[in-house]
């Protein structure tokens, strides 16, 4: 739905009184000190504000330039587009908490893409896999932190069932992304 806000507004989808962004921008973590969404006025695009409000936030997270966020926006907008900010603030969280820089991620942006719950949880049921350090493994290997628990299992279980042992399955870890 492109809707401007004060169309949304007087449908009572958002209450009056309610500054949409700055609502969303609350939801950014870390925020800068300077970040300003004052330039926005109820006659905008909700999207519209959304993807403006996202684009900031990235270059300063990102540590980006426009046009570096731009060609981003060109390659993942796609995917990106409805997602929640708080989505977004997880995952570059997490990233950089597994060794990723912020201008890494630009190469990288599926990271910033996936549902911040798979790495999660990978992380915390399988610590090692096949007697490797995952979060290492995540660095080494990016598409790992993309790949849900489930498939984790499975993989193993296919390796285990050709009678491969944790060594060589160590040895291969290309072969679970």
């Given amino acids: 739905m492109r809707r401007n806000i ?3 507004k007087l449908m009572n989808l958002i209450p009056p009184e309610v500054n949409v962004p700055q609502m969303l921008a609350s939801h950014l973590h870390p925020k ?7 330039g926005f006025t109820d006659n905008d695009i909700l999207s519209q504000v959304h993807g403006a409000i996202m684009k900031r936030y990235l270059q300063w997270r990102l540590e980006a330039t426009s046009d570096e966020i731009e060609t981003f926006f060109r390659i ?3 995917n990106m587009r409805h997602k929640s900010l708080r989505w977004f603030c997880e ?4 990233a950089i908490d597994l060794g990723f820089t912020p201008r890494k991620l ?4 599926y990271l910033v893409n996936n549902d911040p719950k798979v790495p999660k949880e990978v992380l915390e049921k399988i610590p090692t896999f096949a007697g490797a350090d995952m979060r290492v493994m ?3 290997y990016p598409k790992l932190v993309t790949i849900p628990l489930k498939q984790y299992f499975t993989i193993y279980d296919i390796l285990k069932s050709t009678i491969m042992k944790s060594i060589s399955i ?3 870890e290309t072969v679970v992304t």
């Avoid at 995952?91 to 997490?94: G, L, R, T």
């Avoid at 630009?106 to 942006?109: N, T």
């Fill in 91 to 94: 995952n570059i969280e997490i």
């Fill in 76 to 78: 993942y907008s796609y």
């Fill in 170 to 172: 160590t040895a291969c």
């Fill in 138 to 140: 995540m660095r080494r």
């Fill in 32 to 38: 800068p000190t300077d970040f300003d969404v004052s």
């Fill in 106 to 109: 630009l190469s990288f942006g």
């Fill in 6 to 8: 004060g169309s949304l």
